[in-house]
């Protein structure tokens, strides 16, 4: 079974600074792309970043500049190290990997989630 363990979330003020971690374990064979999406109250789930298994990242238009993405030298975490937060960043955010698992007769890649991380920012 394959977990996404989130970690990192909490409030603060407007400018401040929050690191977010996510690690996945489990019976996985490979961890592919990693990263993170948000979701406000009554607004739709959207990417904040993502990070391939290469190290090449993506990040939206409104947190670039502000948010860095990166993953551990084993590839099976990924943190989200947000700066300059802004109000409008404030919502639970998601860690999503998609992770190819060991099966009795090969492989198989689904996508996971983690159970969320609420990021409060006061003005």
């Known amino acids: 079974q394959v977990r996404l363990v989130e970690s990192g979330g909490g409030a603060v003020q407007t400018g401040g600074s929050l690191r977010l971690s996510c690690a996945a374990s489990?019976?996985?064979?490979?961890?592919?792309?990693m990263g993170w999406y948000r979701q406000a109250p009554g607004k739709q789930r959207e990417l904040v970043a993502v990070?391939?298994?290469?190290?090449?990242?993506n990040y939206a238009d409104s947190v670039q500049g502000r948010f860095t993405i990166s993953r551990d030298n084993a590839k099976t975490t990924v943190y989200l190290q947000m700066n300059s937060l802004k109000p409008e960043d404030a919502a639970v955010y998601y860690c999503?990997?998609?992770?190819?698992?060991?099966?009795?007769?090969?492989?198989?890649?689904?996508?996971?989630w983690g159970q969320g991380t609420q990021v409060t920012v006061s003005s």
């Open positions: 489990g019976n996985i064979f490979k961890v592919n792309d």
């Open positions: 999503y990997a998609r992770i190819t698992i060991p099966q009795a007769m090969g492989v198989m890649t689904r996508d996971y």
């Open positions: 990070i391939t298994v290469g190290g090449t990242t």
